[in-house]
């Protein structure tokens, strides 16, 4: 199969979908690989080295979809690319479509067949291809809380790890997944007093167990996140129900809870956040303030770690990507049920119930397609 990996054109957006070291196993496997020039230099794999590994360098992001079986990203296409994704091409990305109705209706107009690293799942439910980046996204989450707390950044002036003799910050994580969990490891490491909010008992008992004792996990509901948020300093927004858009746990009306100078990240911004007044922010822009509480929501938070992240993707994504370039989409999908859920929008179709639900649009299951 020819597979394109192109350049990633969302604002401050360094990863990029394979490394030299993909390039090579997929050329081992039988495929070539075609690279947008400079595809991988904010993470800092320049073209040279693609060329060695075997790849061709190819100037644009039309001649890669033009000769393209397969299409890779990091993020989501743009609107400046929805004309150039052709009928049947695959297109393997982060796609977050449960929020993006826009994209989702441009993803149908294409009749590709479109594949969200996000959605693939293995049989115990955890998502393989959005852990790595949730780990880093999560651990990211406190960095960028206790910077904005400095009183220059807008934030109320407290140190999140306290000083002998002062109280350390307060730390309220709603949603103790993957970023919950590297959240509150983080804060926790920094010597914060964390709480850590979930609506799943079992996933609380092994938190209780694994984390150490500056770290309260709680049954999340509205009664605990309106107490909890009088007193935090940092609030990180981790909460996912795969595939679909974000409940909304901290309204508009509970702005008037939390004291000025607070931080929100709404980490999951990326499926249309879990405040109701958040709205996706970008790394040269990431905050605004909304009665006087601050907001990061940048949607690809791992982005500004371009090394780290990339490296820690496509650890993830390489196997699957060489496998569906090998067998093809539907034996891949037959063969491996973890791709199967992956299917986003096959030939026009919406086969993601979370996403056919989001927009009102006709479910097909995938099962019928392949
Ligand atoms: N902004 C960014 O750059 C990035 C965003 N993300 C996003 O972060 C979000 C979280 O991802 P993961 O931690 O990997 O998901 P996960 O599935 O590991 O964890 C989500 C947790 O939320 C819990 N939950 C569901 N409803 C809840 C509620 N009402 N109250 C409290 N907890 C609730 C679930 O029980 C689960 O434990 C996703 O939307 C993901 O796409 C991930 C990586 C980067
Ligand atoms: C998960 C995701 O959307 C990101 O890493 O940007
Ligand atoms: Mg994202």
Known sequence: MIAGILKEIKAEENRVAMTPAGVELMKQNGHTVLVEKAAGSGSG????????????????????????EMVMHVKEPLPAEYDLIRENQIVFTYLHLAAAEELTRALIRSNAVCIAYETIQKADGSLPLLTPMSEVAGRMAIQQGAKYLEMSQGGHGVLLGGVPGVDPGNVVVIGGGIVGTNAAKMACGLGAKVY????????????????????????????????????????????????????????????????????????AIDQGGCFETSRPTTHTDPIYTVDGVVHYCVANMPGAVARTSTLALTNATLPYAVEIASKGWKNAMLENKEIRPGANIINGKVTYKGVSDAFGLEYTAVDDLL
Do not use: H, W
Not at 205 to 226: E, W
Not at 230 to 237: K, L, P, T
């Open 45 to 68: 794999f320049e073209d040279e080295a693609y060329v060695q590994a075997g790849a061709e360098i190819v100037e644009t992001a039309r001649e890669i979809y033009d000769r393209s």
């Open 196 to 267: 850590v909010l979930d609506i799943n008992l079992d996933r609380l008992r092994y938190l209780s167990d694994i984390m150490p004792s500056n770290c309260y996990p709680l049954m999340s509901g509205p009664a605990t996140i309106r107490d909890l948020i009088q007193r935090a300093d940092v609030i990180v927004g981790a909460v996912l129900i795969p595939g679909t858009k974000a409940p909304r746990l901290i309204t508009r009306d509970m702005l008037k809870y939390i004291r000025q100078g607070t931080i929100m990240v709404d980490v």
